[in-house]
């Protein structure tokens, strides 16, 4: 098993926007299966307790300049200025289980030609009341364009849990705005040369109101369209 050591090299970026429901459990759950990350919290002028819980959590907190999740994680990709070797993408909602990271950690240990694993949603672990039916049609038609368009075969390739090799990240400057940073990051991996690993994960039902909307789904096929281009 994948051990961190005193000084854990990990670092777990989390964007945030009223999530005070979730963020406590979010942060508390990968100090306890990751030992010692640095955690990075970007907050989207939160108008409830996100802030407060995220630095009693002894998270570094960042109130984001711009808007969207693409931007909040852009942001803090600038605040890096530590050793790091793995960095840890996931929601502030408590839907995705933390439990898996140390594995998804192992894989990139073990294989050196993986740049980022990702937690794939879409399995017998997903409970019903986790996922409305519309979200669930929606991220697999999404999955078959992004397979067609792009070239990049993912099962789940919209999933907000990833471990990403600081080699892969380091200088990326993402185009992506909102919640279609995960599509240029998959292009941006397969770009440096590396693959990509999917790992079978559980999905909890959101805490909070949930952010993800029709139109941001437009956006998503957009940046495909866009990737696909500059791959053409």
Same mark, same amino acid.
């Given at each position: 098993?994948?051990?961190? =050591? ?17 963020? /406590? ?6 100090? #306890? ?42 942001? %803090?990709?600038?605040?890096?200025? #530590? ?34 694993? $990702? ?20 991220? #697999?038609?999404? %999955? $078959? %364009?992004?397979?067609?368009? &792009? ?19 380091? &200088? ?20 440096? /040369?590396? =693959? ?7 999905? #909890?039902?959101?805490? /909070? ?24």
């Amino acid at each position: 098993m994948w051990s961190m =050591g005193f000084r854990s090299p990990v670092l777990a970026i989390v964007a945030a926007m009223n999530e005070e429901e979730g963020i /406590g459990l979010t942060l508390s759950e990968l100090k #306890r299966h990751l030992g010692k990350p640095w955690i990075i919290v970007v907050d989207g002028k939160s108008s409830d307790r996100t802030v407060e819980v995220a630095k009693d959590l002894d998270a570094d907190v960042f109130l984001q300049e711009g808007l969207g999740k693409g931007d909040a994680i852009a942001q %803090a990709l600038k605040q890096v200025d #530590r050793d790091i070797k793995y960095v840890v993408l996931t929601d502030a909602d408590y839907t995705y289980p933390a439990k898996y990271v140390p594995r998804m950690i192992e894989i990139l240990e073990k294989h050196p030609k993986v740049g980022m694993v $990702c937690g794939n949603r879409f399995n017998h672990h997903l409970e019903v009341t986790a996922m409305r039916n519309t979200f669930y049609l929606g991220n #697999r038609l999404l %999955a $078959c %364009a992004h397979s067609l368009l &792009n070239g990049v075969d993912m099962r789940d390739p919209l999933t907000g849990l990833r471990v990403i090799r600081w080699d892969v990240l380091k &200088n990326w400057v993402p185009k992506s705005k909102d919640f279609d940073i995960e599509v240029e990051l998959n292009h941006l991996v397969e770009r440096k /040369g590396y =693959g990509i690993k999917e790992i079978d994960i559980s999905y #909890r039902p959101r805490l /909070g109101q949930k952010k993800l909307q029709l139109k941001h789904g437009v956006v998503i096929l957009k940046r495909m369209l866009l990737e696909s281009a500059h791959h053409a």
